[in-house]
């Protein structure tokens, strides 16, 4: 018997929630991708599910330097839309997660009303800025650097040789009576 006063009572207090202020939000997490110091944008859909004409404020939890929300506050009668830009600016490479609050209030201040919201996950990934000449110049300048190391090692090794061949044609007869290196050192 305390099972159906139990399901009645759920069933009664569930309409009472459905007559306060409602919302849906589209789509339910956010994610975006840029690089550091560059604008990007992404867009919310948020629709009025209630019979009553609702007021919505929309804020960022964390990174408000970083996150303009547009418009952040709004009236929408029942049944109707409303799409809400979300630009993000990060100022630091990597991965950063908060969250976009989004709270309903009816019009009504007469009758006492609880506000209800929405949280919708917003992850923003922060690229690195490349710089893509920047990265051409540090490329052909090591592939300058390393060709003219291989001309200085091969222009060495030639030398080398040219002097050894050359000293062997104008010195022969020091090459024929020149001792072993171990006679040297048994003097």
Known sequence: MKKYYLILFIFLFSFNLV??????????????????????????????ISKK???????????????????DLFQLMPNETQKVKIKVKPLEPGIQATVISIIARDLNRQEFNAGTGVKVDLVIKALTKDNTLVLIIKLWLFVIILVLIIFIIYFI???????RFWYKVTHPVNLIYKKPWYKNIFK
């Open 53 to 71: 004409a609702t007021l919505y404020s929309i804020y960022s939890d964390e990174f408000t330097d970083q996150i303009e929300i547009v418009p």
């Open 157 to 163: 090794i030639r030398h080398r040789r040219r002097n």
């Open 19 to 48: 007559q306060a202020a409602g919302l849906s939000v589209t789509p339910n997490e956010l994610y975006l991708e840029t690089k550091v110091k560059q604008e990007a944008e992404t867009k919310l859909i948020i629709k009025n």
